[in-house]
């Protein structure tokens, strides 16, 4: 499949339209093709590995929502449990036993979980988690990664990863100095700069929040001597490890990277996944961190919709399906099949390419350098990726717009779909390189 859609009329009048009445006509930056150059597509249907636009056009989706379908769009089970739920009640505003089974499931699947609050994104979940670890420790600052993103809570637009990186900018004003300053920055995968940190601010850090494989800078995987040295760190000064799973939970394995990693965290984050794609977050931790939230204890963190009936059995249907089917191993050959056929035709057009992979989340780094943390990673050619992405864009296959994202893999991604991928980038790499 190498011939090029034909129209996108209807997208681009679409996106007329919406940027008169919404910022930059998109509802996230990191949907506005700011690193790539070009007008955002609108979408109207998804089944499985595929998207259909508002022109009819159709391509294999590697952001499936930017996580949540790691089963594919539109899976069976998920439809279902929704169709039912319909019928009954959308959202309550009280208790009901819907978010007791999801929050069970959850506290039994992930090592060190004791208890979870469910809340109705990954900002939501990653802010009361540090909110929470100051309120547990009574100390004020914490401490982040360059190249991570937690969201857009106001301590984390510091050196942050994701939209930001397609802003130019990695951190955002209207952030106060105040607020600022209580975020300290460390650098990825290098544990001698958290020690440096932890010497300056003694008795200060709340919190060390880590995503343990970044995907906001494109695939970055922590190594497992960063990963146990940080953690050993943590419990020497009483600081809150929390991991921010938002992406890599029920991603990377159904016991999440801690399960993979043999490293406990003190509190971690979701999103994404655990909502099967409706707005579900949760945090979560040790009994005697979490019952500091209120109302059972003071720190205090609330949401209208948190634990919704529609969105939880979303999010139960997709756990009970990544249980039953055990999709890992399959999604890690898959996601080594992509990886190592795209390697090696870049070697064969004699394009640098460094390809990172966890599991069925993957990205390729237009450069010659291995990437191991935020500088490693911006060395890649971004000019060469907007290139790519267009060239991919233009054959049918729907890449995340920017280098600093991850490819997502999904159950639903079959041998075609790798196979007309792989074509295409191939001839998409030989039109560049001999432009
Ligand atoms: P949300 O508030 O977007 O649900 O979650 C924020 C978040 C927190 N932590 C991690 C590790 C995340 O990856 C995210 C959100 N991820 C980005 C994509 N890399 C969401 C895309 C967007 O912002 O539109």
Known sequence: M????????????????????????????????????GDPIFFQEAKGAW??????????????????????????????ALRLQLEKA?????????????????????????????????TEAT????????????????????????????????????????????????????????????????????????????GEIAAVIIEPIGGNMGVVPATQEFLSKLRELCTTHGTILIFDEVMTGFRVALKGAASLYKVIPDMVTYGKIIGGGLPVGAYGGKRVIMEVVSPVGPVYQAGTLSGNPLAVVAGLATLRA????????????????????????????????????????????????PVYDFASATSSDTSFFARFF??????????????????????????EELRQTLEIADSVLSEIVSS
């Open 51 to 80: 998207l259909t636009d508002v022109d009819g056009n159709r391509f294999i989706d590697y952001v499936g929502s930017w996580g949540p379908f790691i089963l594919g769009h539109g899976d069976e089970r998920v439809l279902e």
């Open 322 to 369: 990544l249980q039953d089917d055990d999709p890992y191993p399959v999604l890690d050959k898959k996601g080594e099949q992509m990886a190592t056929a795209l390697k090696e035709m870049a070697t064969r057009h004699d394009v640098p390419a460094t390809l990172n992979r966890l599991g069925s989340m993957l990205t390729i780094f237009f450069t010659d350098k």
């Open 90 to 122: 959308t959202s309550f505003g009280a208790p009901s036993e819907l978010e007791v089974e999801l929050s069970e499931l959850v506290t039994e699947l992930i090592p060190g979980l004791d208890m979870v609050r469910l809340v109705s994104s990954g």
């Open 390 to 415: 267009h060239g991919m864009l233009d054959r049918g296959v729907y890449l995340p717009p920017s280098q600093f994202e991850a490819w997502f893999l999904s159950t639903s991604h079959g041998d």
């Open 127 to 202: 802010m009361s988690s540090i909110r929470l670890a100051r309120g547990y420790t009574g100390r004020g600052k914490i401490i982040k990664f360059e190249g991570c993103y937690h969201g857009h809570g106001d301590s984390f637009l510091i050196k942050a990863g994701s939209g930001l990186l397609t802003l130019g900018t990695p951190s955002s004003p209207g952030v106060t100095p105040g607020t600022a300053a209580d975020t300290l920055v460390a650098t990825f995968n290098d544990i001698e700069s958290v020690k440096a940190l932890f010497a300056e601010n003694d």
């Open 2 to 37: 190498t011939e090029t859609i034909d129209s996108r009329k209807t997208s681009a009048s679409l996106f007329k339209r919406a940027k008169e009445i919404i910022p930059g006509g998109v509802n996230s930056p990191a949907r506005a093709f700011g690193a790539v150059g």
